[in-house]
């Protein structure tokens, strides 16, 4: 009997050498002498039974979800694709360390002719896994021991635990996670953490613990997370010299806040996408739920790209932001936006734009952020089809403003006050992408618009980070 | 603050003269400061008072946060924050201003052993009787200190403060003791103040220094401070000279205040009457 190993979605050709002399066989009496070439995308098949080898902690309930697809395929290539596709699913599961695809033709008393049985071999994850890193950063070393318990019950729950100790700072997340079976885009978790971060361009140390619930969900085609998070903030001076205003902000305060963020998603990578768009909006409410921090925060951020000739991209992207301060207390330094930075606005230093007071920046309450890139393929394309693909060189254009609003005027006074003094910036650099997570910049800048006040950073500019402008 | 910072201030400090804008940074008058924050704000205040520098007293939730010290209560300068008494007094005495300069080498080395004293015993006996006595601590301090916080920020504030205040106890050999030790130990420390004014008005010379702004906040605070008990106030009681002294100074230095203020406002009405 021949047997078909599908580990990958690869065309097939559409005369089947092994499948057709089995199943002449089992046709009647008279049987043609030469071979007859089937075409497998007309050979109408039933899928009778479907295995899952390997499985001793998880429970079939959940299994039986993502598999269920397999069962409607109506010839073999459909067959091919569903089981596929059943595989990345179980994959996604985050639960099994690999899973194979075997595709036989059925066995046993109640076979059809054209029957056929799937059977997923699959290896379950083990039930702890950890990791050990030693980090090296600005000035400081820590080690990073993570823990991660895969599938904790059965049925995909997670829990996942990363201690960082650091000669400066030691912070701590512990995290649960539970998706509903049949749903994996429906999922909710649960996480614990203490995070501490200096940030000299405001001269102002910040720890946060807090703990908080997120419930994922979609709809249609736009993917929502709301979430309640509190947490226990303490801001400091970083150092003696830090200016009164933010010496100021020192202290405690307790935040409690609900937020709905609404994405949809329609690029092709995260990283450098080619095209499609992103859309994300978030809004924040806190306060209402206990704690001593009241404001509304809305957040934009809007992707577009598109190929042009010759693998350029062409991509706008524009962010937005506004922090309501409610009730009588001013906003808190650690609510406000950050605008200016190799991620942000080029050619300012990090989070060097808007409001300061004596080298401090203090952050603003309202802010956009608009910039064009286009990006190419590396000039000559050296090592084309392997490591020269993860390098682009792109052309940009930045621009944004941050400021504070009185919110007593109108829209058209709030409006005016974000056009007025706009930083923009240009210039070229190159682009090398880590991963499908990070990417780095080594761009040359030229900024303009420069306020009193704003600290730059023109000539060469270097960036690393997860979320560029 | 080391060495070469101490001077560096100095010189920074003694460029300009005392602005108007000076002001004091203490925590909430009324529903959050403890006794041994309350008797510190109030020797600052003293100090500056006969100094003759105006300051202008704002109260924060935070005060002891924004501190560079970590203690309150502190003045914002002009560009300065210098918190504690002591480094006020230096940063008072870098701008020319100083009560202890008529004062030769051995009054000054007295006046240090004293500054010491009070430091050691009754600001620790006020730490102690408001955070490592049981009573205290639950009724009254750890309520007023995390009063201005919500729930439950309130408690964990509060107990991490009693907490680090007892661990510091137990480290200067003050965690075995019982309160009635504590207690007879300020009645020793204010037997020798006593004794070392004697029936002089000030303990130096016939004007006050900062030792006398000290010893006042400190007193005054814990006579006039109710308590789970008076024990505290009782001690202070038994020295006459003491109470007097408290008195003498709160009427001339903060009471006339309030006194130039009243007059004042009746000379504008009847254009012309001398002040006191």
Known sequence: MGTVHARSLEPLPVSGPNLSPSVDELETVEVEPETKQEVLENKRVIVQHVHIDGISRTKDDLLIYEIADVFKAKNLIEVMKKSHEARERLLRLGIFRNVEVLIDTAQGEEALAEGLDVIFEVKEMRRLTGSYNTMVGNNEGSMVLGLKLPNLFGRAEKITFQFSYGTKETSYGLSYFKPQPGNFDKNFSVNLYKVTGQFPWSSLRETDRGVSTEYNFPIWKTHHALKWEGVWRELSSLSRTASFSVREESGHSLKSSISHTMTVDTRNSAILPKRGALLKINQELAGYTGGDVNFLKEDVELQLNTSLLWDSVLSASLWGGLLVPMGDKPSSIADRFYLGGPTTVRGFSMYSIGPQSEGDYLGGEAYWAGGLHFYTPLPFRPGQGGFGDLFRTHFFLNAGNLCNLNYGEGPNAHLQKLAECIRWSYGAGIVLRLGNIARLELNYCIPMGVQSGDRICDGVQFGAGIRFL | ?276
């Open chain 2, 1 to 276: 603050m080391s060495l070469a910072t101490d001077m560096f201030v100095c010189q920074m400090a003694a460029a300009e003269p005392w602005p108007e804008n000076a002001t004091l940074y203490q925590p909430l008058k009324g529903e959050q400061i403890l006794l041994s924050d309350n008797a510190s704000c109030l020797a600052v205040q003293a100090f500056l008072r006969m100094c003759n520098l105006p300051v202008q007293v704002v109260c924060r939730a935070n005060a002891e946060y924004m501190s560079p010290s970590g203690k309150a209560p502190f003045i914002h300068v002009g560009n300065h924050v210098v918190s504690e008494l002591g480094p006020i007094v230096q940063f008072a005495k870098a701008k020319g201003h100083s009560l202890s300069d008529g004062l030769d080498e051995i009054q000054k080395a007295e006046m240090k052993a004293y500054t010491e004293l009070v430091n050691n015993m009754l600001l620790t006996a006020e730490l102690y009787v408001q955070w490592c006595d049981d009573s205290t601590s639950a009724k009254i301090t750890r309520s007023r200190y995390g009063s201005p916080y919500p729930w439950p920020l309130n408690h964990i504030l509060a107990y991490q403060k009693q907490w680090e205040v007892r661990r510091k106890m137990k480290a200067i050999g003050w965690g075995g003791k019982s309160l009635k030790q504590v207690l007879e130990d300020v009645d020793r420390c204010c037997q020798a103040l006593s004794q070392r004014l004697g029936t002089q008005p000030y303990f130096f010379t016939k004007q006050p220094t900062e030792l006398d702004a000290l010893v006042f906040g400190h007193l005054f605070t814990i006579l006039t401070t109710q308590l789970t008990d008076d024990a505290l106030c009782e001690k202070v009681k038994n020295y006459e000279n003491l109470i007097k002294f408290c008195r003498r100074i709160e009427q001339q230095y903060f009471e006339e205040h309030d006194q130039e203020s009243v007059l004042s406002s009746v000379s504008r009405c009847s254009r012309g009457s001398s002040t006191k």
